[in-house]
């Protein structure tokens, strides 16, 4: 049985650092959803719903009754861009789809809506959710082959607009997609299966081949993610739903794991059924890092938020434990600071290249306007160069340094 005691393990590239866990959770975390700005993080288990101020890691008071109606199974933030409220839709292994709600100026949550929907005969679970900002509405899924749709009023208690039975699909996963005269399609990612609908007509059915443990979309890069639970993580193109490559990752034990994307789809994010969270290159295919959370646990519930400019990865335990199950907390180091360097540029204290080049420009600039020197071409080659590699380098990291501007304007004016 996994220790209580487990405060965090190591990232094999330093590419990752722990910053910190949220404290309160017991038992096996079965979900957990990051608030899009960054400001919550929530949770699911045997206890309910938890949630915690990302920004304090401190555990909020929830609503009485939190865990009255089963486990909660699938986690959805509600934000809506013209309202200063915040709202978390969640479904639980009883069926029941609850939302709290915080207004404006107060601390903890309220619950606003919670009723037990009809999944079918074969189970309530309800395995999954999604929120769409624009369209303001939820969609649900249940394990029993049933998907809801579902529009959220001012204070965000949800109406029915129509429910779907599509005979042998048994979702794990849903999203939206591309938002069309007819309002957002619904894509619900079942055990086998890819199944696209609107206004609850079928669009488009497409079998994988594969078990399909989870799923991730993201419309703007045109790609959708599935767990692959055989192999690993497989990438598809959102548009004709093919499969484009397949991210492994080791699996003795064939069990479900979360998928995400990180820092704009750039990097793909997974969990295992050994303690380890894996971290892939979309475009190269490659391992960007590997983060060991310091126990042998199924490691099945993972959320990522950018938090300004800052990639974050909160992932939990969801073996068989019996204690304290704390969330961990990672952060993308940034580049040229090291784990400990708390986000601070050079990590040590030292000069970065940001400041060599300044401080190269500076002295160009002194030997030909104040001493009248000539400077030499391959001096005025390597600046630019240099300059240009940053760019780059930080453009596809997780932030962009608007420092590298600053410097390209010295070195034009001085050249």
Request: net charge negative; glycine share 10%; charged share 25%.
């Amino acid at each position: 049985m996994p220790s209580d005691n487990v405060t965090g393990g190591a990232s094999e590239n330093g590419k990752f650092a722990l910053r910190g866990l949220l404290q309160g959770h017991r038992d096996a975390v079965a979900a957990v959803a990051a608030h899009p700005f960054g400001m919550y993080v929530a949770s699911g288990g045997k206890q309910g719903t938890l949630i915690w101020d990302l920004q304090t890691h401190e555990l909020l008071e929830s609503p009485t009754r939190a865990a009255n109606r089963g486990a909660t199974l699938a986690i959805a933030w509600i934000t809506r861009p013209d309202d200063p409220d915040e709202g978390v839709a969640f479904g639980t292994a009883q069926g029941y789809l609850c939302v709290w709600k915080r207004t404006r100026g107060e601390t903890n949550f309220r619950e606003v809506f919670c009723d037990e929907l009809a999944g079918g005969v074969d189970g309530q679970e309800i395995s999954a959710i999604a929120y769409d900002t624009k369209a303001n509405q939820l969609a649900i899924v249940h394990r029993s082959e049933v998907i809801h749709r579902f529009v959220l009023d001012g204070q965000m208690r949800p109406t029915r607009v129509v429910s779907v039975k599509i005979t042998a699909h048994y979702p794990q996963a849903v999203a939206f997609g591309h938002t069309g005269a007819l309002g957002p399609e619904i894509w619900s990612f079942g055990r086998d299966d890819v199944t696209s609908w609107m206004r609850g007509k079928i669009i488009k059915t497409k079998s994988t081949g594969v078990i399909i443990g989870h799923a991730a979309v993201n419309v703007n890069e045109d790609v959708f993610i599935v767990d692959d639970v055989v192999q690993g993580v497989a990438l598809y193109k959102f548009s004709d739903t093919e499969r484009i490559k397949t991210f492994p990752v080791p699996a003795g034990e064939r069990r479900s794991r979360n998928v995400s994307f990180l820092s704009d789809a750039s990097i793909i994010i997974t969990g295992s059924h050994h303690g380890r969270l894996y971290a892939f290159e979309r475009r190269t295919g490659d391992i960007y890092d590997v983060i060991d959370i310091g126990v042998e646990d199924w490691v099945q519930s993972v959320t990522t938020v950018d938090i300004e400019g800052v990639s974050v990865v909160i992932a939990g335990r969801s073996g068989d434990n019996t204690g304290k199950t704390d969330l961990q907390v990672w952060e993308r180091v940034k580049r040229g600071a090291s784990p400990d360097a708390e986000g601070k540029e050079g990590g040590n204290g030292g000069i970065n290249c940001v400041q060599l080049i300044c401080i190269s420009a500076l002295i160009l600039f002194i030997l030909r306007d104040v001493l009248g020197l000539p400077i030499l071409d391959w001096i005025r080659k390597w600046i630019w160069e240099t300059v240009e590699n940053l760019q780059m380098e930080w453009r596809g990291g997780a932030l962009e340094k608007p420092q590298v501007r600053e410097v390209r304007a010295i070195v034009l004016r001085d050249m």
